[in-house]
T-cell receptor, first 113, second 115 residues
């Protein structure tokens, strides 16, 4: 059973635009929702994370929006840059990240000039 | 810290051979995770350890796969015998326990090709 559904599978955005990636989860026990960024040939790296007690978290150009009632969360990348081109994974965990992460299937983001 | 170290970075082997992947977690981290990444199945958790003890191995695909963590600074993932469908990138990750929203730090991965 896939517990975290991610969309779209791939995304092309023009430089300076807003990139939006969406995730939905099923397990209401999840209480930690990180996003990981992966460049080709590298391992995933934590980008930003949120807990369900807030509806939004912003770090620089990256924002997570969280909708607890809908069991959805999304990553917004403002002023997208070519250097943001990577694969993005959403994930979810219980116990504030101290249990295993369940990853989404990934979104390949390409920023074009 | 050098981060999570994995070896080898690339491995090409023939079907039926034994493959051993190695991981050195970040010093002081209590959790160690093994993942497999393929285009078809994405990022899959195979097994994870807490303080060298396997906690959840439900993601290990079959008995051909085994993982050990003999001490806090070393883990292996072994495939015996290997099959072409095992071709993937295998990641090791480590995490420090006890805090809130702890981060998993991934290694660079081992790209395995089974011919």
């Amino acid at each position: 059973q896939q517990q975290v559904k991610q969309s779209p599978q791939s995304l092309i955005v023009q430089k300076g635009g807003i990139s939006i990636i969406n995730c939905a989860y099923e397990n209401t026990a999840f209480d930690y929702f990180p996003w990981y960024q992966q460049f080709p040939g590298k391992g995933p790296a934590l980008l930003i994370a949120i807990r369900p007690d807030v509806s939004e978290k912003k770090e620089g150009r990256f924002t997570i929006s969280f909708n607890k009632s809908a069991k959805q969360f999304s990553l917004h990348i403002m002023d997208s840059q070519p250097g943001d081109s990577a694969t993005y994974f959403c994930a979810a965990s219980r116990n504030f990240g101290n249990e295993k992460l369940t990853f989404g299937t990934g979104t390949r983001l390409t920023i074009i000039p | 810290d050098a981060g999570v170290i994995q070896s080898p970075r690339h491995e090409v082997t023939e079907m039926g051979q034994e493959v051993t992947l190695r991981c050195k977690p970040i010093s002081g981290h209590d959790y160690l995770f093994w993942y497999r990444q393929t285009m078809m199945r994405g990022l899959e958790l195979l097994i994870y350890f807490n303080n060298n003890v396997p906690i959840d191995d439900s993601g290990m695909p079959e008995d051909r796969f085994s993982a050990k963590m003999p001490n806090a600074s070393f883990s292996t993932l072994k495939i015996q015998p290997s099959e072409p469908r095992d071709s993937a990138v295998y990641f090791c990750a480590s995490q420090e326990a006890g805090g809130i929203q702890e981060t998993q730090y991934f290694g660079p991965g081992t790209r395995l090709l089974v011919l």
